[in-house]
């Protein structure tokens, strides 16, 4: 539900990128239709949302656009996914190396990530946390042959559901290839601040 493709799409609906305050330089380059403004756009609302009408306001706000999505938001967390396989399969957390250069009129920024000593991918975008994600991508699919976009479930009501109890972690050597899943975890039924009753 929180992630850059999500808001920005529910920025969209609002039209925000056309109330956005921009340098000229960011605004020749398309920066209207830049999914991290238009995110960071739609965040900056639902904020002053809260601060004017507090925390049920903005919580039916941002759950009412939310399920007016006309389809399921694609989750392009690698980062998330790769940090579940470099930890099962190395036991490290990965690391990210990122610099940025100007190419013509914009920056483009280059990310090599690692998992102890070893480049596992590099990526390249428009931003830090783009050629992050990139690096993210690249590197999954050189450890699980291939990286399938899933799809982002809508809020779910029922209870929370169990997790599956961990495997015991194998060495680099004897691990097979694994491709990384996202399984939604169902939200947990919400609750007033004020009073603790559950809110419709």
């Known amino acids: 539900m929180v992630n850059t493709n999500t808001l920005a799409q529910l920025a969209e609906q609002l039209d925000l990128g056309s109330y956005l305050y921009l340098g000229k330089g960011i605004a020749k380059g398309g920066g209207r239709n830049l999914k991290s403004l238009l995110a960071n756009g739609f965040e900056a609302v639902l904020g002053a949302v809260f601060l004017d009408a507090g925390y049920d306001a903005a919580y039916h706000y941002y759950l009412d656009r939310y399920r007016s999505l006309p389809s399921p938001v694609r989750d392009e967390n690698f980062k998330g996914r790769l940090q579940q396989v470099a930890q099962e399969r190395f036991g490290e957390t990965p690391v990210y190396d990122s610099e940025g250069a100007r190419v013509g009129n914009r920056r483009e920024y280059t990310s090599v990530v690692f998992a102890g000593s070893e480049p596992l991918g590099t990526g390249h975008g428009a931003s830090k946390q783009e050629a992050e994600q990139d690096a993210a991508r690249a590197a999954l699919e050189g450890l699980v042959g291939s990286v ?43 609750r007033s601040r004020q009073f603790g009753e559950p809110i419709d």
């Open 148 to 190: 399938k976009e899933m799809p982002a479930d809508k809020p779910a009501r029922q209870s929370r559901a169990r997790r599956a109890p961990r495997k015991k972690r194998e060495s680099p050597e004897s691990a097979a290839p694994v491709e990384a899943e996202v399984v939604p975890m169902p939200m947990p039924e919400a």
